[in-house]
């Protein structure tokens, strides 16, 4: 796909707007507003902390990223959203479109409370082509004010041939799914996008088995979209909690990168696997499994017996309900997914906006067949300066640190390969810390020298390193039975800011590659109040929200590190400093 350019882009876009009559209608809370500003340290309310290049509205609150598509040359994204402040509440559906995924105008809200089985809340959703190639969204709504009492609704276009997709109607037959059969209607919510094969169209709606401790995927099948029917048996549980924003969909399994449509099946000359995503309500992340659809039985089975209780996840930090889409221009699955902000609520108020999107992600099965691989969409390029700077061949010795210099890296997007001469100094790793990365990460953060590593990036960093964002590998020796060494990706922001109210955890993954060569790659996407990284090229990532209060602007500085007891040598850095795209307005 041809990317135009900024300017004329953004005029094609608003001409089509002004023929179509479509506006953007914003409110504001200004009274809670006014109070809560002078009550945050100034650096929460530095409109550099506003991210550059991730998806945002103007202002207020955002959450889950819902219904996206591609119709009639047009990305659609729909996202639940506050239109009256910067906290959770009074949600809408929210409506941008695109020609890139990068460049985004904002059309009028899609979904509002409107009918009766909807009246008290408009949640998140799926869409899905019927055969017809008409959208179809299905989503949740609330009916009852006394309880939250959660059925599935379902609207269409009222003009198929507008390519905006600007006006939506909702059937006088919603809901066309109830809460019967002894489900918890107050845990009931966000049905998936729906599959076609045999006569039927199915979909998932996640929940929670009574008693509140096994999350749950339940089956509704259809002939028409209009009238569903639950299938006896869910398509699969685990005693997870509740599962919020399920999302099932078909890959490839020949170790190609092509996504697949949502209805495309196995059979005999086409191997195909399925991925059940499900976002963790009690534990606030996303985790998948990878294993085979039984469409007879209606039966999801999961290729690792243990996975539902060592989860793979999407992003082993702030990302959660996320949504997948088959995108037909490009054959491909695109990834959105939600991050939160790491300030406080009155934080949130003062700033006036809370919540984007992260970089729209490509995931493909990796060869091996046990996980999905990542990567950022190749149209984010387009923002990059002309005039990278680099780093080749660069020895970086025990303790010592290097700056990378020439750019501005508070908006930046940074790829280095590490090539690591030795692994004889590894750590042994604590078998009691196997399967918590996390943890590890909490007591072997980046300042707590290893054997290899820690070594990677220190991102939006002050001068003097009081504030530094340090995202790194650690490598330990090949666990007990194993003669693969484990990798621990970590991001550690406990020194990211000198502000005390911000919530700054660690955040890591185990990387399953193999270092025997001593190499491994990273690529960082920062944007002033986000770290977005990949390592090993998208088979673990990690994004982390940070909120510098002395690297912000100008002042941000980058760095190569290694805190470990072996040399590491840098074979290749690339930084670009990347430009701002159309945003919504701003």
């Not at 930090?317 to 221009?329: C, E, I, L, V, W």
């Not at 912000?552 to 470990?564: E, S």
């Amino acid at each position: 796909m041809r990317v135009l350019g900024r300017v004329a882009w953004a005029w094609l876009v608003l001409l089509l707007l002004q023929l179509a009559g479509a506006s953007h209608v914003v409110y504001q809370n200004l009274e809670t507003e006014a109070a809560a500003v002078e009550t945050v340290p100034p650096s929460i309310v530095d409109s550099q902390l506003r991210t550059g290049y991730h998806f945002q509205p103007l202002k207020n609150w955002i959450n889950d990223p819902n219904a996206p598509m591609y119709y009639k040359g047009w990305y659609h994204l729909f996202y639940q959203y506050n239109p009256k402040g910067a906290v959770w509440g009074n949600i809408v559906w929210a409506h941008s479109v695109s020609r890139d995924l990068i460049n985004w105008v904002s059309l009028k809200p899609a979904i509002e409370p409107s009918i009766k089985s909807d009246k008290y809340g408009c949640w998140s959703g799926s869409a899905t082509m019927t055969l017809d190639g008409t959208p179809a969204i299905m989503y949740t709504g609330v009916n009852r004010p006394d309880v939250n009492y959660q059925v599935q609704n379902v609207a269409f276009p009222k003009n198929k041939s507008d390519p905006l997709l600007q006006e939506w109607d909702k059937p006088g037959h919603n809901p066309v799914i109830v809460p019967e059969g002894g489900i918890n209607a107050t845990q009931f919510r966000d049905p998936t996008t729906a599959w076609h094969a045999d006569g039927h169209w199915r979909l998932l709606v996640g929940s929670v088995v009574t008693g509140g401790s096994r999350g749950v995927a339940y089956v509704y099948r259809s002939r028409d979209f209009r009238l569903w029917t639950r299938v006896r048996r869910p398509l699969h549980s685990a005693p997870t909690g509740m599962w919020e924003c399920p999302d099932f969909y078909p890959v490839t399994a020949d170790g190609r990168q092509h996504g697949l449509d949502t209805s495309v099946m196995a059979n005999d000359k086409r191997p195909v696997k399925h991925v059940l995503k499900n976002s963790l309500d009690l534990r606030r992340y996303d985790y998948y499994t990878v294993g085979t659809y039984d469409r007879e039985a209606e039966r999801f089975v999961p290729d690792d017996p243990a996975g539902d209780e060592h989860h793979l996840r999407y992003d082993y930090g702030n990302f959660y309900a996320s949504k997948t889409f088959y995108d037909p221009a490009k054959r491909r699955r695109i990834l959105w997914g939600w991050a939160n902000e790491s300030d406080t609520a009155v934080d949130d108020v003062a700033k006036g906006w809370a919540g984007i999107q992260a970089i729209p992600r490509k995931v493909w099965l990796d060869p091996s067949g046990k996980q999905l691989v990542q990567w950022p969409i190749e149209e984010v390029e387009s923002l990059r300066g002309k005039r990278p700077v680099s780093l080749k061949d660069r020895v970086v010795r025990p303790g010592e640190h290097v700056e990378v210099t020439g750019l501005q890296t508070a908006q930046a997007d940074v790829e280095v390969s590490f090539e690591v001469p030795s692994l004889e100094g590894a750590e042994a790793l604590d078998e009691a810390l196997a399967y918590d990365a996390q943890k590890l990460c909490s007591v072997r953060g980046a300042d707590v020298k290893g054997g290899v590593g820690p070594f990677g990036l220190w991102v939006l960093a002050s001068a003097k390193l009081e504030e530094r964002t340090a995202v790194f590998f650690r490598v330990f020796r090949a666990a007990r039975g194993s003669n693969k060494p484990v990798v621990l990706m970590c991001t550690d922001p406990t020194k990211s800011s000198r502000n005390p109210n911000l919530y700054q955890p660690t955040f890591a993954g185990f990387v399953d590659t193999d270092i025997t060569n001593g190499k491994i790659s990273l690529r960082s996407l920062i944007d002033r109040s986000v770290v977005e990284s990949f390592g090993a090229g998208g088979k673990t990532c990690i994004l982390s929200r940070v909120y510098p209060s002395l690297a912000i602007g100008k002042n941000a500085h980058l760095y190569v590190f290694n805190n470990g007891k072996a040399d590491i040598k840098v074979t290749q850095l690339t930084a670009w400093e990347m430009k701002k795209p159309l945003m919504n307005g701003a």
